[in-house]
């Protein structure tokens, strides 16, 4: 079976251009390729369909979706709708469906359990909560009205799909019936129950492979839900997992005791054709799935924009864009002797060991998460042989060499460190849970390593079919040892001409199991070489030339710091990254919460990465631990905060300058509740008289219709003698207060609309008011801030219009209106009401601008009074039958 993922589209008015012009030929061009070596069965749009619900294209949106991309592809493709599967992302939800109200309840109160119960009365109806993808629910309703395999709901989509004898289950789950934009990770849930049901009806249809597809990899759900829906993927017969959303390539196999699945995370097939950092240009995969052996081959693609406008190779994700594996299986259990008097079948002969829970419970699960992780262990010994070299020898650069056999799949990793002795095989490396850098340690008192031989080595043989460790030492010979199972005994070699080792070292060498690949293998050693002094990488004898990254890949605005203890380098991203810590080149953490400053930007991404000695860490190897040292960073890199801001403040990037005030707007409304935190973790941080001098001047407000400076409105409204600022808090304002809004700005008032928007921070989001931002504002200018509700009536009478201007029917009736109903009516201008009359209260205001009001009045004398009197109710909004 062939399928290819296209997710993330993002398709809007703003991409539409690019798209006709040269992307859908580029795309339906190569699918076209491999369509004719090898006929595609399925094609998956993994969710973002749209851009913000569609909003820039129209009313019906995904009609100009399946027009504009689905339609071409498959006619060029020659296939039919059966063939094309979609699923909502949090981009296809209609944002203005989402009901407040319910919001605020689902985020109090939604749990892991509540979630399947809202599953079950959304499943045939649309109600409050999953409204918002009504729109796209209707659209895949009708898309697939002819399609007899595939089951239709609002919350889960099932379809067989029958290539040649094999049937194939592809769920496809609805996660974005939660989503808003001020979803939190840990207030998404989606409703485990989907997969339950999906696999019943997979069993009573007797498949023989099942996919589910999701448009949200699972750690962007409820941790609780996630290791839920990890279980159920691995436990209830799914072979392969599709993930959009992070418009990155991701791939990994899942094995456990109860059984695995293949994890696939696609780019973004399009969204941006200008996107200039490599890992997150468009880009789609092609899943090739071989039932009868459980093998899969993926082909990555990329789009190349500025060399011909076409696909080719995706070698970011995958060397040579392609790689071959076996899909992950239940883990077989080792018997841990051979030996035994038993004659009894019956009974067995010794215990039986699943190696992999061994390691799991000698380690734990946050260490060693997947059967790759030998790599990790692998380097980093050889990092750390390496540095204990340096500490010996301080003009030395040992090199490290990693090498990659695709046709022997094995991986090698050898290093000019200080090899192992006969004392450190014997007493450390074939001791399970006793660690070379220990002996080290012990030895010098002044050194922290973190390499763990024993317990981290026996984690290679989750996936090694055998080891070959060849390493030399200062103190001894050459010694090479063969291992084929970790219940069994090494088998020495004695070296040659062709293998010997002149200076110290250690090379060891890991034949992969059929199941693994040395491409895989090499996806995981590329995330944790960052920055490894002396690296070299081959792959089948050539020579691979890696690019550097600093993870600020289209940061705009850069920091840099470069001393004897870290190098770091930051920037400001508008899209979401992470601040990537490592030690000596070697990846610590995507993100490592110890060594940020409270409340540090997440708009702020980079790397660190420390020298020997600079960091200290946990047993784990992926943990900065709080120490002196750790406190000292956080003060040092809270200086680029500064700099960075002022960078963007200066320049005339416009959205991620508001971004940056948002940031000015959180750190001066809570000043002085975060005050003793932030003297803890900053070195360098605003004070309260900087962060109102900076707010003050950048902050933009729309004065006269244009977006001004603050402090510039101040001055000019100062000059008019002005002494306060208007806001409006309402969510709705009536339309009274519109026109007193419309007033004042005529009269040269400053108005400004209230909102409250959420910042992220690395330690979670935070709430910002622009009222109480401005409430402090304000108060340092000497203006009065007032709501619009609470204006003075003495402020608003220039709103009156002389009545005595009008015809005399006309005030005669008002006359007679306001006397019999106890209120009082004026005329004014608003242009900002499409209404012939608004009232506060029982003061009432007609419309002069109106063409109700103009038309009643210039035909006053064809009206009779009785009648004219109805229409001036009627314009009103009053009874008729108030007499």
Known sequence: MRIVQLSDIHLSKENLVDLRSFYIESLVDDLKKFHEKSPIDIIIFSGDLLDKGGASLGDNPYTVFNNEIIAPITSALNISHDHILFLAGNHDVNRQQIDKRIEF?????????????????????????????????????????????????????????????????????????????????????????????????????????????????????????????????????????????????????????????????????????????????????????????????????????????????????????????????????????????????????????????????????????????????????????????????????????????????????????????????????????????????????????????????????????????????????????????????????????????????????????????????????QSYCRHISNLEIYINGARFQSNESWNTDGCVFEYSDVNDKYELRLGISGNARTIIASNSGFLISHLSHTILPFRFPQIICGEVNFKPKAIDFDVSRSNVIASPKSEAFRKEISIALRKLFRLVLESDAIEIKRAVMNYLHYYLQYYDTNYVQVEQSYSDFYSKKELLS???????????????????????????????VYINSKFVSSEYELIVSQYLEDMGNLVIENNTINVQFWDGSQPVSLSSVLQLLCSEHGMVLTEISEVNGYLIDDMKMDKNQFPDQLRRHISLIESRLGISIEVGKFNKTTKPSVNNGSQYFLNFGHETFDSLISKEENIQDDLFQIYLLGLLGLKMDYQ
């Open 105 to 525: 309840y689902l985020a109090k109160n939604l749990t892991r359990e509540s979630a399947n119960e809202e599953l079950i009365g959304m499943r045939e109806e649309f109600t409050n909560t999953n409204s918002r993808i009504r729109q796209f629910k209707e659209f895949e309703k009708e898309f697939h009205e002819k399609n007899t395999n595939y089951k239709f709901s609002n919350n889960e989509s099932v379809t067989i799909v029958r290539v040649g004898n094999l049937k194939f289950g592809i769920a496809l789950i609805n996660d974005s019936w939660r989503c808003s934009s001020e979803l939190k990770q840990e207030e998404h849930f989606i409703g485990s129950n989907q997969l339950f049901n999906a696999k019943r009806y997979f069993n009573s249809n007797q498949t023989d492979m099942n996919i589910a597809v999701f448009h949200h990899p699972l750690d962007a759900i409820n941790p609780a839900e996630r290791e839920e829906v990890e279980n159920i993927l691995k436990s209830q017969n799914f072979d392969v997992a599709f993930f959009g959303h992070s418009h990155r390539y991701h791939a990994d196999s899942i094995w456990s005791a109860s059984g695995g699945y293949l994890a696939l995370n696609g780019r973004s097939a399009f969204s941006q054709a200008n996107e200039t950092s490599s890992l997150f240009q468009p880009g789609y995969c092609i899943l090739d799935l071989n039932v009868q052996e459980k093998l899969f081959s993926i082909h990555a693609r990329k789009f190349i924009k500025n060399s011909g406008f076409r696909f080719d190779k995706d070698t970011d994700s995958l060397p040579d864009g392609k790689y071959d594996g076996k899909l992950p299986n239940k883990i077989e259990y080792y018997k841990l002797a051979e030996v035994s008097n038993n004659e009894d079948k019956s009974l067995p002969n010794s215990y039986t060991a699943d190696v992999h829970r061994i390691v799991s419970l000698l380690i734990g699960k946050s260490i060693y998460p997947n059967p790759y992780v030998f790599v990790r262990e692998l380097i980093q010994n050889s990092v750390d042989a390496c540095n204990r070299v340096r500490v010996k020898q301080t003009h030395s650069n040992p090199k490290i060499i990693i090498r990659l056999n695709m046709t022997e799949n094995y991986f090698e990793v050898e290093d000019e460190g200080d090899g192992m002795s006969k004392e450190i095989i014997k007493n450390h490396f074939s001791v399970i849970g006793k660690s070379i850098s220990q002996e080290f340690n012990d030895s010098t008192g002044n050194f922290n390593l973190i390499s763990r031989f024993g317990i981290g080595f026996i984690s290679t043989f989750i996936a090694a079919e055998k080891v070959i460790v060849s390493t030399k030492s200062d103190e001894d010979d050459q010694v090479i040892f063969e291992i084929q199972d970790v219940f069994k005994g090494f088998n020495y070699i004695t070296p040659s001409e062709s293998n010997k080792k002149n200076i110290s070292g250690t090379t060891i060498r890991v034949y992969l199991k059929r199941e693994f690949t040395v491409q895989m293998a090499f996806q995981h050693a």
């Open 694 to 724: 900076l707010c003050s001047e950048y902050t933009l407000v729309k004065y006269h219709g244009m977006p001004v400076s603050f402090l510039r409105v101040i001055q000019e409204i100062k000059k008019l003698n002005i002494t306060n």
